[in-house]
């Protein structure tokens, strides 16, 4: 069954507005979640690490005041776009590092695609 | 150097064929190494961990791993359509986030 629990799996928003992804973890308690964004028929590119209890750390290029990230439980992680523009436009994908019982195996969410009009 | 290489393909096999996918890293303390698959607009899901030296076989997939020559790769034996996809590899060390590669572009021709 799933591990991580994303939702929603693809929204569509005016530009301007915001929008908000979930990441949810089923299985264990998540101290430490990761999100990514994948443009079309290109690799992963981590966006920040979600930190239970405490901010985000973002990766290099990546605008914390626009990718706003929320880990307030063990089990929950959110991303707002923030005015989302039609260049945020991308695949989001959240997931996971599992318990050392598991070697913190990195396990996925299935994803939103998020386009912006 | 990126610190994990893998060459984007397209590998092209026959169906039935055995298909090699290779990855090299740089961190030479690497303790944990992954190989995921991704289907064209969907996220990577996990086919097998490793994390000590020599092969581990999971059905039609084997994994080897060899840390003095900082290469671990994914054996695909009969391969079918099915497994067209991209396969990333990852490492890890410790509790450092996880690197991946770009990816090796599988396809499995009927």
């Known amino acids: 069954g799933a591990v991580v629990s994303q939702h929603p799996s693809w929204v569509i928003c005016k530009s301007g507005t915001s929008v908000k992804i979930e990441c949810r973890s089923l299985?264990?308690?998540?101290?430490?979640m990761f999100w990514y964004r994948q443009f079309p028929k290109q690799s992963l590119m981590l966006m920040a690490t979600s930190n239970e209890g405490s901010k985000a750390t973002y990766e290099q290029g990546v605008e914390k005041d626009k990718f706003l990230i929320n880990h307030a439980s063990l089990t929950l992680s959110t991303l707002t776009v923030t005015s989302a523009h039609p260049e945020d436009s991308s695949f989001y994908i959240c997931?996971?590092?599992?318990?050392?019982?598991?070697?913190?195996?990195?396990?996925f969410g299935e994803g939103s695609w998020l386009t912006v009009v | 150097q990126k610190e994990v290489e893998q060459n984007s393909g397209p590998l092209s096999v026959p169906e039935g064929a055995i298909a090699s996918l290779n990855c090299t890293y740089s961190?030479?303390?690497?303790?944990?190494f992954f190989w995921y698959r991704q289907y064209s607009g969907k996220s990577p899901e996990l086919i097998m961990s490793?994390?000590?030296?020599g092969d581990k076989e999971d059905g039609r997939f084997t994994a080897q791993l060899n840390k003095a020559s900082q290469y671990v790769s994914l054996l695909i034996r009969d391969s079918q359509p099915s497994d067209s996809a991209t396969y990333l590899c990852?490492?890890?060390?410790?509790?450092?986030?996880?690197?991946f590669g770009t990816g090796t572009k599988l396809q499995v021709i009927p």
């Open positions: 490793i994390y000590s030296n």
């Open positions: 990852a490492v890890k060390r410790g509790y450092q986030k996880v690197t």
């Open positions: 961190d030479r303390v690497s303790q944990s």
């Open positions: 997931s996971v590092q599992g318990p050392t019982s598991s070697g913190n195996t990195i396990y």
């Open positions: 299985d264990f308690q998540a101290t430490t």
